[in-house]
């Protein structure tokens, strides 16, 4: 019947048996797993667990040396890249262009010609879409948040997202966590690596735990009536 939504919807990124060697030092050792749609991931571990490595992979920024995955339904990543968002360490950000004039360039470059995107995309993560300053004097804070705007600037289904309150201020980094969770109500499937895991506890589904290039722990957050049982039975 139509108007029904599936009950188990396919998984938005199935990963088998991923490997990737740098020399002769393995990043990735072996990873196999699925993520559901609409959830909201963050990916934990120590420097050198290869989280970032493996969102590299997902964005198809580098191939993995073994191994394969599956991305919104396609082998291929490049098929799909404009079904998601990446941001990565560098801000991609031109210095000399106003945050507006930023995103109206990477709106072209999805086919997307009007103003409307940007101004939205600006507003959402809390910048003045008529603030005419270069990008080049903007605060740290700022240019993280006009990395974000630059990731949804088209409405990806899904969102990759490296550190992105890497350098931010507490106030601008919880905006943007609350941002990426109005986001995740939306239905797109988001994935946060980060090390500041408290900024993300009121707004994550899943936690992600990565060691020595292994997913090594899965848990769900739980929040509420639930935490609170979970904290009872461990009690006993």
Do not use: C
């Amino acid at each position: 019947m139509q108007g029904i939504s599936d009950p188990h919807p396919p998984p938005v990124i199935v990963l088998d048996n991923l490997v990737k060697f740098f020399g002769r030092f393995a990043a990735l050792r072996g990873i196999s797993a699925s993520f559901a749609p609409g959830r909201l991931y963050v990916v934990l571990g120590d420097n050198g667990a290869g989280k970032s490595t493996l969102l590299r992979i997902v964005a198809g920024l580098t191939e993995p040396s073994q191994g394969s995955l599956t991305l919104l339904g396609a082998r291929r990543v490049r098929d799909v890249a404009h079904r998601f968002g990446y941001m990565g360490h560098a801000p991609l950000l031109y210095d000399e262009l106003s945050g507006r004039e930023n995103l109206r360039y990477f709106a072209g470059l999805y086919g997307i010609h009007n103003d409307e995107a940007g101004r939205e995309a600006m507003g959402m993560v809390g910048l003045d879409p008529d603030l005419s300053r270069r990008v080049g004097q903007y605060s740290q804070g700022m240019r993280q948040r006009l990395s974000l705007a630059r990731a949804v600037l088209h409405h990806p289904e899904l969102m990759l997202l490296d550190e992105p309150f890497s350098n931010v201020d507490v106030h601008s980094a919880r905006a943007m966590a609350a941002v990426l969770g109005q986001l995740r109500d939306q239905g797109k499937t988001i994935f946060v690596v980060t090390h500041q895991a408290a900024l993300m506890e009121a707004v994550a589904d899943e936690w992600v735990h990565m060691a020595a290039g292994q997913i090594v722990n899965r848990e769900p957050v739980l929040r509420g009536a639930a935490a609170a049982d979970s904290g009872l039975r461990s009690a006993r």
